[in-house]
């Protein structure tokens, strides 16, 4: 992967249904996509690598569990694989939600220092949700549940937004959510979902300078005191305090500050 700037490093991650039943659904959840592409990259000063996984099911209702695209910094060639996707396959309701996540968690190459999130999209929970007709009630056929996929997400930092399109996904991709840190949003709210989204990446890059000046004397001075901290980055104490929750958030420091 390129050498990368690592004090605005965001990975993105869109994890998307593309069964059959996402054929009324497909063209509109890639337009949002698409804008929150847009959005999120004018939101803030952040070097964005955008990476994806499209899932399906298990046999005998799929015979594409699910496909990994990738991290990219182009983003047109990211715009062009979201637009790329075609929905097809799929049996029962219940679809393969889980091993996607997973796909996301432990097969796309996440840097050590980024912001970390997947943006979970579809229309139907995962098996062994209670489903009627689901063809593997008893869980799904890859052995992971709700809490496995989001203790493996919160192990690698990464929050999880869903945007569920059917009342169907309320309760799992809430779940899926909450448990990570993230938010749910319904088909309604889409546009608040691309919003939220841009505001919580404004949020955590407002100072980015400042954060680089924490990070540069911390890395001179590592065992340093925060008052000292805060005198050689030009900033208040609560300030830097503050910075440095935000770097030890994403590893860029090892050890809590002396106070």
Known sequence: MT??????????AFVVDTTGSMGGLIQAAQDQMIT???????????NLWLGMVEYRDHPPQDQMVYKVYPFTADMQEAQKNIRCLKVEGGGDEPEAVLDGIT??????????HSCRLIILVGDA???GTGRHGDAFPQGCPCGETIESV???????????????????????FGAISHLTGGKFFSAKQGNEAIQQIAAILKAEFADIELDRRVLDAWRA?????????AEQAQCTRYAASSSMVRLLS???????IVS
């Open 3 to 12: 050498m990368r700037n690592e004090i605005n490093a965001v990975d993105l």
């Open 36 to 46: 929150m592409l847009g959005e999120v990259t004018r939101a803030a000063n952040i």
């Open 103 to 112: 796909a996301a968690c432990r097969e796309l190459a996440w840097w050590k």
């Open 125 to 127: 929970p995962p098996h």
């Open 150 to 172: 989001t203790r493996l997400a919160e192990e690698q930092r990464i929050t999880v937004h869903a945007l569920g399109l059917t009342d169907s996904v309320m309760d799992a």
């Open 221 to 229: 001075h590592p065992d340093i005191a925060l008052d000292n901290l």
């Open 250 to 256: 994403r590893d860029l420091i090892e050890v809590p």
